[in-house]
T-cell receptor, first 116, second 112 residues
């Protein structure tokens, strides 16, 4: 089975532009997580879904960030408008009930975002 | 105070030596503790989990947990250059076992 697939792998955009990051979880996984990684703040959980429903979005920095999961095989993270401080690597991870709480998160390769 | 603290390193050890990586956490209610390895430019991958005080061994890796001191460590015996990576410590939220707090990671360099 393919792993978690993220796109784009790299995105360079200008401040104020809208950015959409996409994620396809592993088939059969019912948990999906969006993380952001920076040198300063490390790996931070932004939001996670269970069965396509957002469960905890307390890590979403502000209203400029939004995430959706319209079905079990697709999720998006949108930033509008983008700012230079949003520059980071954004990881999507998926897991399945019974493995989530044992730390078995399957990460995608990440989307590196640079906002100029 | 951050939920998980790690020394950013880099920690340099010669090949064949023992590498010792350390982590402290702030919430006494955390029950599950994890070590992830992240190669440069790659995504994190789980290498060890520990839930009880004491040691847990898996091949060349040993995880150690001391809940009284709120301290987790990872020992890598017979370090190899292929172990060179950033090691992330993670703990679960006591209020939501599906939510993990990650440290910023310790960069390990194993020199041939």
């Amino acid at each position: 089975d393919a792993g978690v697939i993220q796109s784009p792998r790299h995105e360079v955009t200008e401040m104020g532009q809208e950015v959409t990051l996409r994620c396809k979880p592993i088939s059969g996984h019912d948990y999906l997580f969006w993380y952001r990684q920076t040198m300063m703040r490390g790996l931070e959980l932004l939001i996670y879904f269970n069965n396509n429903v957002p469960i905890d979005d307390s890590g979403m920095p502000e209203d400029r960030f939004s995430a959706k999961m319209p079905n079990a095989s697709f999720s998006t993270l949108k930033i509008q408008p983008s700012e230079p401080r949003d520059s980071a690597v954004y990881f999507c991870a998926s897991s399945v009930y019974g493995q989530v709480n044992t730390g078995e998160l399957f990460f995608g390769e990440g989307s590196r975002l640079t906002v100029l | 105070q951050k939920e998980v603290e790690q020394n950013s390193g880099p920690l340099s050890v010669p090949e064949g030596a023992i590498a010792s990586l350390n982590c402290t956490y702030s919430d006494r209610g955390s029950q599950s503790f994890f070590w992830y390895r992240q190669y440069s430019g790659k995504s994190p991958e789980l290498i060890m989990s520990i839930y009880s005080n004491g040691d847990k061994e898996d091949g060349r890796f040993t995880a150690q947990l001391n809940k009284a001191s709120q301290y987790v460590s990872l020992l890598i015996r017979d370090s190899q250059p292929s172990d060179s990576a950033t090691y992330l410590c993670a703990v679960n939220s006591p209020h939501n076992f599906n939510k993990f707090y990650f440290g910023s990671g310790t960069k390990l360099n194993v020199k041939p």
